[in-house]
């Protein structure tokens, strides 16, 4: 068995703080910065780990609550 934890991390470039991988991906990248490029290498190998993780075994279905049902119905024959 695997387990592995929620983890949340956030990387910035200190030179280049408006670079996001996911949007403007390694296009972006001005001057062969290491850093963006690191951050670039970690945003693929996420994406990379989380298609082989739904491959092995698809996300289930949310579950819904059942809902109750009200009787919303007046009796017209009750002495009430």
Not at 22 to 29: H, K, L, Q, S
Request: charged share 30%; hydrophobic share 35%.
């Amino acid at each position: 068995m695997l387990k592995i934890g929620s983890v949340r991390w956030r990387g910035k470039c200190p030179r280049h703080p408006s670079f996001d991988p996911y949007a403007d991906g390694r296009g972006a990248i001005k001057g062969a910065c290491a850093k963006c490029t690191a951050l670039a290498d970690i945003h693929e190998t996420h994406q990379r780990m989380v298609g082989l993780m739904r491959t092995f075994a698809p996300p289930q279905p949310a579950r819904k609550k059942p809902v109750p049902v009200l009787d919303r119905q007046e009796n017209l024959f009750s002495d009430e």
